[in-house]
């Protein structure tokens, strides 16, 4: 063999025979299979690739050597451009899982007008680059067989529709089911969580969820001897298809989250900032900001992004800035907000750093957890410290190790016991936490941390933190 | 769970499900594209490149080379 770098296969791509995606010294390419090369080879003459790829629908590519294959049976190896991060769809807010459905189904318009289809309709082949969905399988697509229903009808009702109809009619909450089914939610679940009214005014969900899942159930056992001679015979046609995705398209279109907010999308409005407070906040996150940045800092971790105040502070201080919160309506409104601007630097999802997303599927690592994820140059904390320290018992030192694991720099807000904030999550509890001092917060951070610079917030009793990881 | 359940393929009765209902829905929607044939010099070029990609996908636009291009 060469001395070329060994090939490692993606842990999540393990289903398609037709290919699958590896890496060899950090670069991502995709192997495609001889087995495939019909299907491949109209992608490229029917104009779908070119087209898709130059509309931003599907991650662009460019040939890469044979010889880079590690597995027998290869017709081509490709290298997609790469995503900066990868976020997974329980972890994306209501309005970014509706337009990653519409994203799914133009996909599958530009290739049915041009010969073909969508194999799958898995929200996983979706990740978000640029402030927009994308499709990242280049091998999600087929020559489309006259008169056959749509193939992932099941797996976008499952992926897509049956989450959006949840959050939209029930709770916001509920696309963390999406976390529990990675292959999506079962439609029976789906439609015995959704409200009763969904089965009569919803034209849509009375179709492709309720009489779906009641569907599921009749037939899947009176299929007979050889079912899969009764699926082959199920034809339908073209117009027929188009009518069906058309209503698909309408249903998402029709779903809305219900106006109201949660206490942390309000929180931005009403903090206990004086209007000096704030500026003299946003004066030192900016200096501080700059000061990674000009250390060669490339990627921020806004933890606690809230509505992303302090992201777009990091972004203008050159930052490509991940915007995790735990709360989803922070993260639509901050999602919503920058979908308006056309910010392109900044990706919003939905986290909670004391209780990170798990590693998924096949064998725990088919979905990588957020530890797993990790890319920061530097974690920004502002009014982080207490949640974890006294709302949720998260001993200063754990805090410091967690970090230390992140990141290598550091911006973090102190906020002190005497703080109305603090005041408020202590209302309610018996004060334990003898070690939330100052001196107790910089013994536990200077275990991982020198503490390179310490900023007192003008008008308030908060200080901000940069701190460098000790080598 | 009864064992049962491990060997029902819900993609069966989807299939089944998926051609009945494509079956309810596709006469609106030819008569909503017979609506749009007839008007449909007076209505502006949708702009919104998700709409068109479906909303122009009309058996008769089947391969014309506008139905995605904004």
Request: charged letters at 20%; hydrophobic letters at 45%.
């Amino acid at each position: 063999m060469t001395d070329r770098p060994a090939a490692e296969r993606e842990p999540g791509s393990y289903r398609d025979p037709s290919g699958f995606v590896f890496r060899r010294d950090g670069v991502l390419y995709r192997q495609i299979n001889a087995s495939f090369a019909d299907d491949w080879a109209t992608f490229d003459v029917s104009g779908l690739h070119s087209a898709l790829v130059k509309e931003g629908v599907l991650v662009a590519d460019a040939p890469a050597s044979l010889d880079l294959a590690p597995e027998p049976g290869a017709l081509a190896v490709i290298q997609p451009d790469a995503i900066e991060f990868i976020t997974h769809p329980f972890e994306w807010s209501f309005s970014q899982l509706k337009d990653a459905a519409l994203l799914t189904l133009r996909a599958q318009a530009m290739a049915g007008a041009r010969g073909m289809t969508l194999r799958d309709a898995s929200a996983y082949n979706v990740q978000f680059k640029g402030g927009k969905p994308i499709l990242i399988d280049t091998l999600s697509f087929e020559r489309a067989a006259p008169d056959q229903p749509w193939k992932p009808y099941r797996q976008f009702c499952e992926n897509f529709l049956a989450p959006l109809a949840l959050m939209a009619h029930r709770d916001g909450r509920l696309g963390q089911l999406l976390r529990t089914w990675v292959d999506g939610v079962p439609l029976d679940l789906a439609s015995e969580l959704l409200p009763g009214r969904t089965r009569y005014l919803s034209p849509g969900l009375a179709a492709h969820i309720h009489l779906h899942a009641r569907g599921q159930r009749q037939h899947s056992g009176d299929s007979g001897p050889n079912p899969a001679a009764a699926q082959r015979s199920v034809t339908m046609s073209e117009n027929r298809r188009l009518a069906l995705l058309d209503h698909l398209k309408r249903t998402v279109e029709g779903l809305h989250l219900p106006a109201h907010g949660t206490v942390w999308a309000d929180y931005a409005d009403q903090t206990s900032y004086s209007a000096a407070g704030t500026a003299s906040k946003e004066a030192i996150v900016k200096r501080m900001a700059e000061a990674v940045a000009a250390d060669g800092g490339k990627v921020a971790w806004d933890v606690g992004a809230n509505t992303g105040r302090y992201s777009a502070i990091a972004a203008d201080a050159g930052f490509w800035v991940l915007a995790l919160d735990i709360d989803w309506a922070a993260v639509e409104r901050h999602y919503l907000a920058l979908k308006a601007s056309g910010e392109q630097r900044i990706m919003p999802f939905l986290a909670d750093i004391a209780e990170p997303s798990p590693g998924i599927g096949w064998g725990n690592v088919e979905r990588a957890s957020l530890i797993d994820r990790s890319n920061a140059d530097v974690v920004i904390g502002l009014a982080l410290v207490h949640h974890l320290a006294i709302g949720r018992n998260v001993p200063l030192p754990m805090i410091s190790s967690l970090m230390a694991r992140l990141s290598p720099h550091l911006i973090l807000e102190w906020i002190p016991k005497t703080d109305p904030m603090v005041q408020k999550l202590l209302a309610a509890r018996e004060d334990i936490f003898t070690d939330y001092t100052p001196e107790g917060f910089k013994a536990a951070f200077s275990r991982d941390f020198e503490i390179l610079e310490e900023a007192p917030i003008e008008d308030s009793g908060r200080v901000l933190f940069r701190m460098r990881r000790r080598s | 769970m009864h064992l049962v359940f491990l060997y029902i393929d819900p993609g069966a009765g989807s299939l089944v499900i998926q051609a009945i209902i494509a079956g309810l829905v596709s006469i609106p929607f030819f008569f909503r594209n017979a609506i749009r044939r007839t008007f449909g010099r007076f209505q502006s070029k949708p702009t919104d490149g998700a709409s068109a990609a479906t909303g122009s996908s009309a058996p008769e636009d089947k391969g014309a080379a506008s139905t995605d291009s904004e």
